[in-house]
């Protein structure tokens, strides 16, 4: 069971928006404002597409957006394109015992 | 362009050793951190293993469940880091992914990516 709690699936129609959510605990996520995504195409690298809970990297489209409430994070996929069709993992810094930990992943399908 | 490239996975028997290593390119290796996640079939990520850069002593971090039988290491000159797991257990079976960590952000974090070498713990 992994740390943090992800819904396993998710989806959309293209153009629509889609938002992941991501709980933790005080312990992780309402900890830090260290948080972050990544985007899984099978069998390719995991790519960052937020960190610092809000922030995207250099050439991540800016329909990916993040946000935190407490001990839950989330990503927010608009305009859904068939390219963002992908497993989505979220991860959050838990302290120099813990350092990182993940979420299980949500598969997201575009319709 | 940042590349990892993982290797030294493949099929092992319970008890054994094996020692995966990582290759970067693209980026000054010894100015980064690097660790090691791993994710079990059909599972979610795990963090397994971190280690500093020289200039911060090249200090390691496992996680419980891997201290004491994996051991993370650098040559920075070879820019490549390795991972060597011994006491293999079923439990270990995973696609090991190698990882930069950036420190460009609130707190460091894994920002580049390896595709990930699988290991298959099996007699």
């Known amino acids: 069971q992994s740390a943090l709690t992800q819904p396993p699936s998710a989806s959309g129609s293209p153009g629509q928006s889609v938002t992941i959510s991501c709980t933790g605990t005080s312990s992780d996520i309402g900890a830090y404002n260290s948080v972050s995504w990544y985007q899984q195409h099978p069998d390719k690298a995991p790519k960052l597409m937020i960190f610092?809970?809000?922030k995207r990297p250099s050439g991540v489209p800016n329909r990916f957006s993040g946000s935190k409430s407490g001990n839950t994070a989330s990503l927010t996929v608009s305009g859904l394109q068939a390219e963002d069709e992908a497993d989505y993992y979220c991860c959050s810094y838990a302290g120099s015992n813990s350092f990182w930990v993940f979420g299980g992943g949500t598969k997201l399908t575009v319709l | 362009e940042v590349q990892l490239v993982e290797s030294g996975g493949g099929l092992v028997q319970p008890g054994r050793s094996l020692r995966l290593s990582c290759t970067g390119s693209?980026?000054?290796?010894?100015?980064?951190?690097m660790s090691w996640v791993r994710q079990a079939p059909g599972k979610g990520l795990e963090w397994v293993a971190f280690i500093r850069r020289n200039a911060f002593g090249g200090t390691t971090e496992y996680a419980a469940s891997v201290k004491g039988r994996f051991t993370i290491s650098r040559d920075d000159y070879k820019g490549v880091a390795y991972m060597q797991m011994n006491s293999l257990t079923a439990e270990d079976t995973a696609v090991y992914f190698c990882t930069r960590v950036g420190d460009g952000y609130a707190i460091f974090l894994p920002d580049y990516w390896g595709q990930g070498t699988l290991v298959s713990v099996s007699s």
């Open positions: 693209g980026f000054i290796f010894g100015d980064y951190a």
């Open positions: 610092d809970v809000t």
